[in-house]
């Protein structure tokens, strides 16, 4: 609850009309979307650095997520402390989020133009970095706090397929000719390779780790 009281107040400062309309637009249209408001890709004409910002806070978040420590190797090398395992946790959230975002992003990009549907006008890597703003980050930082498993299913679970709705929601208005049916289709097919290939990652992740020595000898998930 300190953490979701936390998160809300700084929501509410950082989404200020100072900081949405002329700093960091990316809050402001992250915010519509979980309204549930209508976007149009004229909305989403902020820089890529924004995007890349939003998608790198929320694989940090997973990077402190315990569950993710606890499935990495031990690190053991011989100049072990507790900043060498913070970066490796770190490095790996990133790795993971943003594979998972750049094949989901791709697997949409197909999708949508499926039967004429969308031209290709449009920065669609926006709309979804916007779209996976609000609810995303909640999710990802209130697990990095690991809360007991019960909230799983009760607080995590509702609002990850509520940030799947709020996706579907702001590509269905961003692009009329695709149906809001359509769209949830598209993002449960892109999770699949993106979810994989996230796997892949992170199996690299621990070879490497073995590999260069950081890792402990038998040590793994």
């Avoid at 149009?40 to 790198?56: A, E, M, N, T």
């Avoid at 100049?79 to 697997?107: C, D, Q, S, T």
């Avoid at 703003?133 to 909230?151: I, M, R």
């Amino acid at each position: 609850m300190k953490f979701l009281i936390a998160w809300i107040a700084v929501m509410t400062v950082l989404t200020r009309p100072s900081w949405t309309t002329g700093k960091i637009r990316v809050l402001g249209v992250g915010q519509r979307m979980a309204l549930l408001r209508e976007v149009r890709f004229p909305d989403l004409l902020f820089p890529r650095w924004q995007s890349v910002l939003v998608i790198s806070l929320i694989g940090m978040l997973i990077g402190l997520n315990p569950i993710l420590r606890a499935a990495l190797p031990d690190v053991s090398a011989p100049w072990r402390n507790v900043v060498v395992e913070l970066v490796v946790e770190l490095v790996a959230g990133l790795l993971l989020i943003w594979v998972a975002f750049l094949v989901m992003v791709a697997m949409l990009r197909w999708w949508l133009k499926r039967g004429g549907r969308w031209d290709g006008q449009g920065d669609l890597f926006n709309l979804v970095a916007a779209s996976w703003l609000v609810a995303d980050t909640l999710v990802a930082g209130y697990a990095s706090l690991a809360a007991p498993p019960f909230l799983i299913w009760h607080l995590f679970l509702p609002l990850w397929l509520y940030s799947l709705w709020v996706g579907a929601k702001a590509m269905a208005s961003a692009i009329p000719q695709a149906s809001l049916g359509y769209c949830i289709a598209g993002i449960a097919i892109g999770l699949v390779p993106a979810i994989a290939a996230a796997g892949l990652v992170f199996a690299l992740v621990g070879m490497v780790m073995a590999m260069t020595g950081l890792a402990s000898v038998g040590a793994g998930a």
